[in-house]
C-alpha cells in the first residue's frame, strides 16, 4: 500500500514562489497518475493539478494554470508542485493523492485514494 507524505508548505506573500512535495512510499508508486488538491477553511476541496503515470501529461485548474507546474520523479518516489506567482487566494492546505483513473482538468477528490496529510500554504498580500 502506498502512503503519502507532504511537504514545502509556508508562509509567502503575493509573488513568491513555494514548491511543495509528494513523496511516496511504497514500490507502486510509479503505477499511479497523481493529483494535488487544496482546502479553504470552510470550502471544499478542489483539484489544483495532476499529472500521469510517467509524467508524459499534465492538468491543471484555470484557477492556477500559467502559475503552477506539476512534475514527478519515479525515481524518487516525489511528485513536486512549483507554485510561482502566488496570491492570496492560493492560500488552503494542500494535499497530494493517487488515482487509477483518466485525469483531466476538471477532476473531483472522490476519484483519488491515499491521500496525505496536508501541508499548509499561506499567501499574504
Known amino acids: 500500500q502506498v502512503q503519502l507524505q507532504e511537504s514545502g508548505g509556508g508562509l509567502g506573500r503575493t509573488g513568491d514562489s513555494l514548491t511543495l512535495a509528494c513523496t511516496a512510499s511504497?514500490?507502486?508508486?510509479?503505477?499511479?497518475?497523481v493529483g494535488w488538491f487544496r482546502q479553504a477553511p470552510g470550502k471544499e476541496r478542489d483539484f489544483v493539478s495532476g499529472?500521469?503515470?510517467?509524467?508524459?501529461?499534465?492538468y491543471y485548474s484555470s484557477t492556477v494554470k500559467g502559475r503552477f507546474t506539476i512534475s514527478r520523479d519515479n525515481t524518487e518516489n516525489t511528485v513536486y508542485l512549483q507554485m510561482n506567482s502566488l496570491k492570496p487566494e492560493d492560500t488552503a492546505v494542500y494535499y497530494c493523492a493517487l488515482t487509477n483513473r483518466l485525469l483531466s482538468d476538471y477532476a473531483t477528490p472522490t476519484d483519488f485514494h491515499s491521500w496525505g496529510q496536508g501541508t499548509q500554504v499561506t499567501v499574504s498580500s
Open positions: 499529472i500521469t503515470t510517467v509524467g508524459t501529461r499534465t
Open positions: 511504497g514500490r507502486t508508486f510509479g503505477t499511479y497518475n
